[in-house]
Structure formats: structure tokens, C-alpha cells
């Protein structure tokens, strides 16, 4: 699965040549350009343009693609530059609130933020946690300086320079939000309601500003993750009933809880106890799907609340969270549940089955591919592959649970993987001695065979792996058959070539003898049979004696149908028996 994730971000510029102010961010690259043209035709502003931003988690390295502008966009003539201009990932306080800022700032600092049980969108418009911040040491420093280095690799910028401007920034965006503070810009929810804010906040510039900063007061009571999504549950009941500020209010507490939803101690809290990851992972898709039983008491309040909502299409922002989680536990190489491989593989189908129900504008297929594909390996690793065949009994049942393990997972080399312990146990001495031991019946034995060989058939390994694996089953049918002398023992009783071949028929239609060199010579032999002269008169007195079931069970018409099913063809038969 690709670890790019990709948005639309809005900038406008309000003077000739002025700085670009981020105004939102979309998903859907056509929405992104409506809004921006919305906002160049009614809202002040003389340019606009839409950035494509890809981020790659793997690198941490940003891309930025220009979509969209009109109006006066162009940029200002380029001075000559000094040798090493720093070009920073951020360049003024109000980008530390980005997407990809707030995810960065979430993977340097996810240690505090979850000690103290704060998103960053909190951490950026609380003044009591940004001092916690500043109190904690060198964590601030360190944060800072991981940037520093991951840009000047990327960039051939000089590290100690890049630090001294994002210190500044960063700086910069703490003084804002003290003063902010001070002066009292964050409503308190508490008092003045949340739907009065949000209308007192129509046609302002900074909206998403003051509204986080309002909303970060009003959950810092919460005392646990389950708490801080009750209270910003109950902000979605409180939001203007319509217009584009109850657009901006539904999309900042979505914002907030889509952060919350990302973090490992949010959703461990949020979940409660879990016997293992793999059933946290089942009610996690189940919230994804917006299909968590709301009768569940089990389950918080919140969880199944934002079910509900999910399975009204709100919060798109928090469902692409949670699915982006999912899709990361099933690509990691953490254990779905630790104590059973067998339990482990029925949670990956069972999520593999709840996944595609949601695939669409939200994951694709590929997506939910690469993620099992990527588990997958694990699943085909030797050590594993030894677990997984620990309890079986016998070469029958460790054949058969490899051939379970091969329906349940996915990918050419995992199943060429598979293929490879499939062929190496099948051809061992172990697996040969045991089907070639006299201890069961050789109907038995053979029964089992036929069975490997059909669900072989079935499978989706490569065809030269099937190929050897039906040959490997077709030497061992034969080796057991010349020991056993199974046909010879037909031939010499002392029965008509009618019974006989009724005995045969019946061997090759009831999934005793597998297909290949065996059942061909039983098929030789019926062909042998029925031109014995002695075959119709024996067919007829079969067909005369006995029990009515018995003639019915031997009759001419019976033996058509047995021909039929056997392969031989019917018309040819009789002709050869004239």
C-alpha cells in the first residue's frame, strides 16, 4: 500500500504580491477549486490558487503541485538569492496549523501529547498546554531539531540555520496564543454556547482560529479520551442549523476528533478492554462501516454515537482516520492475536470481508490489497508456518491446514511461499510413510488423496506449483495401489465383468480414487469389461435377482448413468460390446 496521502489546500492573497494566507484543506480537488473561486468572486480577494499536497510518511518529505490559480497569483520577480536561503516547511505561525504541520507535530511529539491526552490541534490553541510544553524539558528542542535534520537532508540546507528559523517560528506562534489568550479572543463555550459563538464568528477571517482555540478550553477538563469525545459529541448537537459556518464548525470538531481517532492511546481508551488487537480491529471496521451494535453496553457512549454518525455520512475527516488506522495495524507486524496463528488468520478474513463493504471514496480495493498482501507475509514466514502446523495430528490434517492457509491469504509470493511448504511436505518420507502405511484401509487413504487433490484444483497457486502437487499425489496413489494390488484383487473375484465393473464405476464417482494414472486404469478396466462377452448377460442377470433396490442398483439404466459420471463415453461403450 502507497504511504502517500494527498489534499487540496486553498490559499488566497488579498494584495499585489502579498503573502498567500491558507484559508482550508479538501480531499476532493474539485471542491478545493470551487472554493477558491468562490472566494475570489465574492470575498476580497485578488488571487487564488489550489496546492496539491502529497506527503509520504516513510520519508516525511512534502510535495506541493500547483492545481489552480487565477486572478493576480503570479508571484513577485526572484531576487538573487544568498547561497543557502533556508526554505522552511513552515514559513509563517499560521502553517503550523496545516494538515501535514499538525501530523508532524504529532509524530515529534507523540510521547507528551499522549502522556498528557492532547491533540496538537490543542496543543497549537491552549496556552496551558503550550507552557506545559516549554516546562518539559528538551522535548520542544529535540521535536525541533528531528525537523531540522530530516529538512536539511532533504533540502542541502544548513541544519543549524534551519533550526534558528523554525525556533523563531515556532516562537512566534507561542507569543500569538499567549496574547491571544490574554486578550481574551477564545470564547468560553461554557457560557456564551456554542452555537452563539459560531454565529458571532460569521465573515470573520481567523474562524478556525478562534473556534479551536474556544474548543481546546472547553475539553480541557476531560479527564479521559472517552470524555473529550462526549464533550465534542455534544458540540455537534450545538452547531448553527445551517449555512457556511455550521460547515466550518462540523469540520473543526471533525478536525479534532479525526486527531483523537488517530492516536493509539485514544482508541485504546476510547475501546476499552479488547481481548487482543484483532478484535479491537473488528469493532474499529465496525465504527468505520458505521455498523458498532448500539445496544452494546460494552461499547462507550461516544463510540457508538459516532457510529451513528458515521453511517450518516458526517465526519468524513475522522471515518478516513479510523480507516487509515485500520489499514496501518493490518500492514504492521504487530500480532493479531498472539496466542493462536489459526485465530489470527480467521481475523484478517473476517476483516478482509468488513473492509470491502467499505471500499470506495474513502479506501480502494488496492489499498485493502497491499494491507492483507503485507500481512500476509507474516502469515508464510517459516517460524510461523511451524506454529501453525504444531497441533496437527497427522501428515493429512498439516497438508490440509496449509492448503487453509492458502485461501486466506493473498499475494503471488505469499502463495508461491505456501506452495513451496505444501510440495516439501507432501514429497517428505513422513507424509509418504503415512499414506502408504496399511493401518487404515486403502479406501480410506485414497478418499483423503482425492480430496488434497480437488481442493488443490481449486486453489489459486501458480499453475506449475499445482502441477507438481497433483503429480506429487498421483505417484502416491500408484506406489499404494501397487502394494495394495486393489485392482488385481477386483479382477480375480470370482464375479461377472457386470459387478465388476459396477464396483469400479462406483470407485470412480464417489471421490475414492483421485483423478490421474489410477483412475485411468480403473477406467481401462471397465472399457476391458464391457467388450467381455460375458458382460450384458451378467449386466441383465444383475439386473433380474435380488431385492427391488438391488435390481434398481444394478441396472442397465444405472450402469448408463455411472458411465456417464466416470467419464466413459456411453455410445462408445456399447458399441464395443455389440
Known amino acids: 500500500m502507497s504511504s502517500k496521502q494527498t489534499h487540496f489546500e486553498v490559499f488566497l492573497r488579498k494584495e499585489k504580491f502579498g503573502a498567500w494566507t491558507l484559508l482550508g484543506a479538501h480531499y476532493n480537488r474539485t471542491a478545493a477549486i470551487n472554493e477558491a473561486k468562490e472566494i475570489l468572486k465574492h470575498h476580497g480577494a485578488i488571487g487564488v490558487r489550489v496546492l496539491k499536497e502529497t506527503f509520504d510518511e516513510k520519508t516525511g518529505d512534502f510535495r ?29 505561525p499560521e502553517d503550523l496549523y496545516s494538515m501535514h504541520a499538525r501530523r508532524t507535530i504529532a509524530r515529534l511529539l507523540r510521547q507528551p501529547l499522549s502522556r498528557w491526552r492532547i491533540t496538537p490541534t490543542e496543543l497549537l490553541h491552549h496556552p496551558g498546554h503550550i507552557n506545559r510544553l516549554e516546562q518539559a524539558g528538551t522535548e520542544l528542542q529535540h521535536a525541533v531539531q528531528k525537523m531540522a535534520i530530516k529538512h536539511a537532508g532533504a533540502t542541502g540546507q544548513p541544519v543549524q540555520q534551519t533550526m534558528l528559523k523554525l525556533n523563531d517560528l515556532v516562537d512566534k506562534a507561542i507569543s500569538r496564543v499567549l496574547r491571544d489568550s490574554q486578550a481574551k479572543m477564545f470564547p468560553d463555550i461554557r457560557k456564551a454556547g456554542f452555537k ?8 470573520k477571517s481567523n474562524v478556525s482560529y478562534i473556534m479551536n482555540g474556544a474548543i481546546a478550553n472547553h475539553i480541557e477538563s476531560a479527564n479521559s479520551w472517552r470524555e473529550k469525545l ?8 450545538d452547531v448553527p442549523t445551517e449555512g457556511k459556518i455550521r460547515d466550518k464548525a462540523l469540520a473543526t470538531i471533525d478536525s479534532l476528533i479525526a486527531e483523537m481517532l488517530s492516536g493509539n492511546a485514544a482508541l485504546g481508551d476510547l475501546l476499552g478492554d479488547q481481548k487482543d488487537l484483532g478484535n ?32 450518516e455520512g458526517h465526519l468524513l475527516e475522522s471515518r478516513i482516520a479510523i480507516v487509515k488506522r ?13 496466542t493462536s496463528i489459526e485465530d489470527e488468520i480467521k481475523i484478517c478474513r473476517l476483516l478482509a470481508n468488513r473492509l470491502v463493504l467499505g471500499q470506495g471514496s474513502l479506501i480502494s480495493a488496492d489499498e485493502i490489497l497491499d494491507a492483507f498482501t503485507t500481512r500476509s507475509k507474516q502469515f508464510v514466514m517459516a517460524d510461523t508456518v511451524d506454529a501453525y502446523l504444531a497441533s496437527s495430528e497427522d501428515a493429512f490434517e498439516r497438508l490440509n491446514k496449509l492448503l487453509d492457509l492458502e485461501e486466506n491469504i493473498v499475494g503471488t509470493a505469499n502463495k508461491r511461499a505456501v506452495g513451496k511448504f505444501f510440495l516439501g511436505l507432501l514429497t517428505s518420507p513422513r507424509t509418504e510413510q503415512y499414506f502408504l502405511s496399511t493401518e487404515e484401509a486403502i479406501f480410506g487413504r485414497l478418499a483423503k488423496l482425492a480430496s488434497l487433490q480437488k481442493r488443490i484444483a481449486k486453489s489459486n497457486f501458480q499453475d506449475n506449483n499445482k502441477e507438481s502437487m497433483l503429480d506429487g499425489i498421483d505417484r502416491i496413489t500408484i506406489e499404494m495401489e501397487d502394494r495394495a494390488a486393489m485392482f488385481k484383487s477386483i479382477q480375480f ?27 485411468e486404469r480403473a477406467r481401462m478396466m471397465v472399457r476391458q469389461l464391457i467388450r467381455d462377452a460375458e458382460f450384458m448377460p451378467s449386466l441383465h442377470e444383475l439386473s433380474r435377482t435380488g431385492s427391488e433396490e438391488d435390481r434398481q442398483k444394478n441396472s442397465p439404466q444405472e450402469m448408463g448413468n455411472l458411465l456417464t459420471q466416470a467419464g466413459i463415453n456411453q455410445s462408445q461403450a456399447k458399441s464395443e460390446s455389440a
Do not use: Y
Not at 485500520?326 to 498472539?338: D, G, M, Q, V
Open 64 to 92: 506541493s503541485i500547483r492545481v489552480f490559480q487565477d486572478g493576480q497569483a503570479e508571484d513577485p520577480p526572484a531576487k538573487n538569492a544568498t547561497k543557502h536561503k533556508i526554505q522552511l516547511p513552515c514559513f509563517k
Open 230 to 237: 462526549a464533550l465534542l459529541l455534544e458540540l455537534i448537537g
Open 326 to 338: 485500520i489499514l496501518k495495524e493490518i500492514s504492521s507486524a504487530r500480532r493479531l492475536c498472539p
Open 493 to 519: 473375484r470370482k464375479v461377472g465383468p457386470a459387478e465388476k465393473a459396477f464396483i469400479l464405476l462406483r470407485l470412480l464417482t464417489s471421490a475414492v480414487l483421485p483423478e490421474g494414472q489410477l483412475a
Open 196 to 203: 452563539e459563538i459560531c454565529s458571532a464568528l460569521r465573515g
Open 280 to 311: 479491537a480491529l473488528l469493532v474499529i471496521t465496525d465504527l468505520f462501516l458505521g455498523k458498532v451494535d448500539v445496544s452494546d453496553k460494552s461499547i462507550a457512549q461516544g463510540v457508538r454515537t459516532l457510529s451513528q454518525l458515521f453511517a
